[in-house]
């Protein structure tokens, strides 16, 4: 037929690079496994994690120690979701646009650049809504950080939650909305603050105490539960509990709340709600400052956006080609494309019908917060 793939691969390329210039800040951020490789839905990608080598004395010997073995671990990612976005024509509307018209190639670009878009807006969505599992919070709920100029406060506090509970800072991601985006532009540019021009002259967000900074458009905005007036029981409760019994009090505490004690200024993420009194479950790992042997206060934190400051290697996104049959389907022309700015590959098939071609632009993946505790939450 004429309108083959391989016809199209400028078309496509060129869409491709319109979709990477879209505010998409989660997806270069994590650990990705994107392979050509096919997976269906529920498969189970296993990542592999290596391990720190164990240190020694270097003793001086004919022979070097035998040791350096090690045992590679792994974790999983379950591919989730196994999405499609179509593009069909016929072969009037083909020939009525290039009569006199804007041309059916150039309109069909933008089309292909639409449907990669709607796809990688997706994954970006399902990452950012991985906030649920973050360990804990910084900030003031409502209040746009950076907001006072020449402060870098809320960096380097939530830097210090990670680096608290353990993180490596060696790769260190912070992933704001376009507010915060745009009051570090208003507020953070001085060149005599930051040695450099590029903030104020490009708006181009710098580096600031390790982190690489970014923007997503898929930020989440999360509502509070209703839960009010809870305490604890009066057990007493050591550092590191995540499992905290609640009395009295009404209303739901949502996983993704934000949850203070009395007497502790840290601002805990629930990873498992109530809608009642019953066991509150925080994230990893769990209470900073012990819980006194008495009834004490739970505040459920004011709504917020949940702006995500995390090392790469706390959150996996698994990518993958759909799964086909094993005789393969009508499709006469297939191919990956693989965006070089996310590393994300598309499948992308045409498939020849009475008069009309549909084209097909497919990715299937999943995403996991493997380690809460490198995971925080920079409230604005």
């Not at 050509?36 to 164990?54: D, E, F, K, M, S």
């Not at 646009?97 to 804007?102: Q, R």
């Not at 690489?212 to 923007?215: F, K, L, V």
């Given at each position: 037929m004429?309108?083959?793939?391989?016809?199209?691969i400028?078309?496509?390329?060129?869409?491709?690079d319109?979709?990477?210039?879209?505010?998409?800040?989660?997806?270069?951020?994590?650990?990705?496994?994107?392979q050509?490789?096919?997976?269906?839905?529920?498969?189970?990608?296993?990542?592999?994690?290596?391990?720190?080598?164990?240190a020694?004395d270097?003793?001086p010997?004919v022979?070097?120690?035998?040791?350096?073995?090690?045992?590679?671990?792994n974790?999983?990612?379950?591919?989730s979701?196994?999405?499609?976005?179509?593009?069909?024509?016929t072969g009037?509307?083909?020939?009525?646009?290039?009569?006199?018209?804007?041309?059916?190639?150039?309109?069909l670009q933008?089309?292909?650049?639409?449907a990669?878009?709607?796809?990688?807006n997706?994954?970006?969505?399902?990452?950012?809504?991985?906030?649920?599992r973050?360990?804990?919070a910084?900030?003031?709920?409502?209040?746009?950080?950076?907001?006072?100029?020449?402060?870098?406060?809320?960096?380097a506090?939530?830097?210090?939650?990670?680096?608290?509970?353990?993180?490596?800072?060696?790769?260190?991601?912070l992933v704001?909305?376009?507010?915060?985006?745009?009051t570090?532009?208003?507020?953070?540019?001085?060149?005599?603050?930051?040695?450099?021009?590029?903030?104020?002259?490009?708006?181009?967000?710098?580096?600031?105490?390790g982190f690489?900074?970014?923007?997503s458009?898929?930020?989440?905005?999360?509502?509070?539960?209703?839960?009010?007036?809870?305490?604890?029981t009066?057990?007493?409760?050591?550092?590191?509990?995540?499992?905290?019994p609640?009395?009295?009090?009404?209303?739901?505490?949502?996983?993704?709340?934000?949850?203070?004690f009395?007497?502790?200024?840290n601002?805990?993420?629930?990873?498992?709600?109530?809608?009642?009194?019953?066991?509150?479950?925080?994230?990893?790992?769990?209470?900073?400052?012990?819980?006194?042997a008495?009834?004490?206060?739970?505040?459920?934190?004011?709504?917020?956006?949940?702006?995500?400051?995390?090392?790469?290697?706390s959150?996996?996104?698994?990518?993958r080609?759909?799964?086909?049959?094993?005789?393969?389907?009508?499709?006469?022309?297939?191919?990956?494309?693989t965006?070089?700015?996310?590393?994300l590959?598309?499948?992308?098939?045409?498939?020849?019908?009475?008069?009309?071609?549909?084209?097909?632009?497919?990715?299937?993946?999943?995403?996991?917060?493997?380690?809460?505790?490198?995971?925080a939450?920079?409230?604005?």
């Open positions: 004429a309108n083959t793939l391989t016809n199209l400028p078309d496509l390329y060129a869409a491709l319109i979709v990477s210039r879209e505010l998409v800040g989660m997806i270069p951020a994590v650990t990705m496994d994107a050509v490789t096919r997976a269906a839905i529920g498969q189970v990608v296993r990542i592999p994690l290596t391990a720190a080598p164990t020694s270097a003793v010997a022979t070097p120690p035998n040791d350096g073995d090690q045992t590679i671990g974790t999983t990612v379950t591919i979701k196994s999405r499609r976005a179509a593009v069909r024509w009037e509307e083909q020939r009525a646009l290039d009569n006199n018209g804007p041309g059916y190639r150039s309109i933008n089309q292909f650049a639409q990669m878009r709607v796809l990688t997706e994954i970006e969505t399902d990452l950012a809504a991985l906030y649920t973050a360990s804990r910084y900030g003031t709920a409502g209040t746009t950080p950076f907001g006072t100029g020449g402060d870098y406060s809320d960096a506090q939530v830097r210090k939650i990670l680096v608290d509970n353990g993180a490596p800072v060696s790769d260190l991601q704001l909305n376009t507010q915060a985006g745009a570090i532009r208003g507020k953070q540019a001085q060149v005599q603050m930051v040695g450099d021009q590029s903030l104020l002259r490009q708006g181009v967000l710098l580096d600031m105490h690489t900074m970014r923007e458009a898929q930020i989440k905005n999360v509502t509070k539960g209703t839960g009010a007036s809870y305490t604890t009066a057990a007493g409760f050591a550092v590191g509990t995540t499992s905290i609640l009395i009295t009090g009404t209303g739901a505490i949502l996983a993704g709340d934000i949850v203070t009395a007497g502790d200024t601002k805990y993420m629930v990873a498992t709600g109530i809608s009642a009194p019953g066991t509150l479950v925080l994230a990893a790992p769990g209470l900073r400052q012990a819980i006194p008495a009834a004490t206060a739970v505040t459920v934190g004011n709504s917020f956006t949940a702006n995500l400051a995390f090392s790469r290697g959150i996996l996104l698994a990518a080609a759909p799964t086909l049959p094993a005789e393969g389907d009508m499709a006469t022309d297939r191919m990956m494309i965006d070089p700015k996310s590393n590959s598309f499948e992308v098939s045409v498939y020849p019908q009475y008069l009309q071609v549909l084209y097909d632009v497919r990715l299937a993946w999943g995403v996991a917060c493997i380690k809460p505790e490198n995971l939450v920079l409230l604005g």
